[in-house]
């Protein structure tokens, strides 16, 4: 499973951006996940979405402004940022885990190198 990332870009505060993780392999018994982080921090979770049932769940950081999606078809997971703050500029990762769904990095076994999202305010 390979998974890479688009979409990144500096924008300003109270815009909106979108992020593409696109799948190669066979990922779709996986549950997809974004997480981001910053330098000096740990991975924090941000949302994970399920290809099967399409179950989702949102750190409570980011619930009612960013929205996480999928397209069986175009093998992509979506992350739908509105709103941005100076507090969501992070490296944007996009992971598949085996589990069920987890907000847990070691719980995720394939990883992207990333994405750069900067907000300014």
């Known amino acids: 499973v390979q998974l890479a990332e688009s979409g990144g870009r500096s924008v300003e505060a109270g815009n909106s951006l979108t992020l593409s993780c696109t799948v190669s392999?066979?990922?779709?018994?996986?549950?997809m996940g974004w997480f981001r982080q910053v330098p000096g921090k740990e991975r924090e979770f941000v949302a994970f979405?399920?290809?099967?049932?399409?179950?989702?769940n949102y750190a409570d950081s980011v619930k009612g402004r960013f929205s996480i999606s999928k397209d069986n078809a175009k093998r992509t997971v979506y992350l739908q940022m509105n709103t941005l703050k100076s507090e969501d500029s992070a490296v944007y990762y996009c992971?598949?885990?085996?589990?069920?769904?987890?907000?847990?990095?070691?719980?995720?076994?394939?990883w992207g190198q990333g994405t750069r999202v900067t907000v300014s305010s």
């Open positions: 992971a598949a885990s085996a589990g069920d769904g987890s907000k847990w990095p070691a719980d995720y076994n394939y």
């Open positions: 392999g066979n990922a779709f018994r996986y549950t």
């Open positions: 979405i399920r290809w099967g049932d399409g179950r989702l």
